[in-house]
């Protein structure tokens, strides 16, 4: 089963801070090519100003690594879906859901947003955890 999936930044933040971490195996899938990272230009730029922040304390080196896997990794989608009726809590969130949202609509059903932070968007199945993303992977596609 091949994923696409918006990764919020947070998912990034924890897979920097702990090595062995759900988070981590993500962008490992990322990297191996199971999963495929719908970006925006917006969504980078956060990725980036976040990742590079003086309290987080990460590697530059490490940074650029991750950032240049998932640009080269992903799928850019450019236009975002006009029809979004959900409400996500936080502005700077918007641009994940919105992502999500036109991906499923024009890439692909398959498509999930992964956040670590899920009560910042509203109860859909396709908002997910790392942890229940890994259990989808690890789902035969016969038992979905």
Do not use: C, W
């Not at 981590?24 to 990297?31: E, F, G, K, N, V």
């Amino acid at each position: 089963m091949h994923i696409y999936a918006t990764i919020d930044t947070n998912v990034l933040v924890s897979a920097l801070y702990k090595a062995d971490s759900n988070p981590a195996r993500i962008l490992l899938l990322i990297q191996e090519k199971k999963i495929t990272p719908l970006l925006h230009p917006k969504i980078i730029s956060e990725y980036i100003e976040v990742l590079s922040r003086k309290k987080f304390n990460f590697n530059a080196h490490i940074v650029a690594e991750v950032i240049k896997i998932i640009i080269e990794s992903g799928e850019m989608i450019d236009s975002l879906s006009s029809d979004i009726r959900d409400i996500v809590s936080d502005p700077d969130d918007a641009i994940f859901y919105n992502i999500t949202m036109t991906a499923k609509q024009t890439v692909s059903e398959d498509t999930f947003l992964v956040t670590g932070n899920i009560k910042h968007f509203p109860i859909k199945p396709f908002v997910v955890t790392p942890a229940r993303l890994l259990e989808i992977l690890n789902t035969p596609a016969e038992r979905l």
